[in-house]
């Protein structure tokens, strides 16, 4: 398998799991508790399996700088989380260096 499709697998189940971390209210909720440790546990086994091929910063820079953006808004959507025009600057620019990082750098294992 792509080793990118295993990243985004890492992505998407690592966002899971933070946003239901919340909703754990501290572990003292039994389902979203659940949710956290299965979604952690997909998230690093399929991280552990992009090392394979993409190199562990640039997987790693991928990884949070998407991760980011995608609880923020899950945050937004599900919490009622507030953006500032900051927020959004230093989110476009995490936007920016992810794009930087695939479309330019020889480094990213393409």
Do not use: C
Request: charged share 5%.
């Amino acid at each position: 398998m792509n080793a990118y499709i295993y990243l985004g697998i890492a992505i998407v189940a690592e966002v899971i799991a933070t946003s239901a971390l919340k909703a754990s209210e501290g572990f003292t909720r039994f389902g979203p508790s659940v949710i956290v440790a299965i979604g952690y546990g997909v998230a690093f086994y399929a991280l552990s399996l992009t090392l394979k091929t993409i190199p562990v910063g640039i997987s790693y820079a991928i990884w949070s700088g998407v991760g980011i953006i995608l609880v923020t808004g899950v945050a937004w959507a599900l919490y009622g989380q507030k953006i500032d025009l900051a927020g959004m600057a230093g989110i476009g620019l995490i936007i920016a260096g992810v794009a930087v990082i695939n479309l330019f750098s020889q480094s990213a294992g393409h």
